[in-house]
């Protein structure tokens, strides 16, 4: 087998731990665990994360750029409604994959409550730039008030993944499309 380079081995890393952190709760995965599911030695995984709390925010870092590439490949509609359709659809289709367990974001603030961690902030700064994402596409449709509507957009998004994950149902990515829909069609102007 040929030898990873060091940035291949941190992607490696970074791949088994995030499938194990997703899966399971990163509370309940331990370093060992991540060492012997990746086949990496101690000092392999130490060299690349010196701390548990550094390799949480990697995959977390990491995690939330490939949610952004994806956006930016499927939201590449001229209009800016249809972008925040695109979206919605996205995170639809997360929903819908087995062993769907929520927004992997989401679930690090629950698990790491203290603001000053830097996993918990990590996904706030996620939180804060989708938010920011949707208010300027609100604000290209022509929304009156994209601030409001954006914070209502979140509420709905981020309540629907926590609820999918709960039931493990569809109804509430039906509905978040649906109250999402409802919402825009309240607040953007009639396409003309």
Known sequence: MARRSPE??????????????????VRAVGMDLV????????????????????????????????????????????????????????????????GYRGCATLNITSEFPDTDHPAHTAAIAHKTEVQAWLRDQLREAGDPDPEDTAGKLMVILDGAQVLAAALGTDAPGDHMTQ??????????????
């Open 8 to 25: 291949e081995t941190r992607r490696h890393i970074l791949e088994v731990a995030g499938d194990l952190f997703y899966s399971r709760g």
């Open 35 to 98: 060492i012997s599911t990746a086949g990496v030695a101690n000092a392999t995984l130490y060299r690349q994360f010196a701390t548990k709390d550094e390799l949480v925010t990697a995959y977390l870092v990491t995690r939330n750029e490939h949610w952004w590439q994806r956006l930016r490949e499927s939201a590449t509609a001229p209009d800016a409604r249809e972008r925040i359709r695109a979206l919605f659809d996205l995170i639809r289709q997360d929903m819908t994959v087995p």
């Open 179 to 192: 109250l999402a829909e409802q919402l825009l069609d309240a607040r953007l102007p009639a396409a003309r």
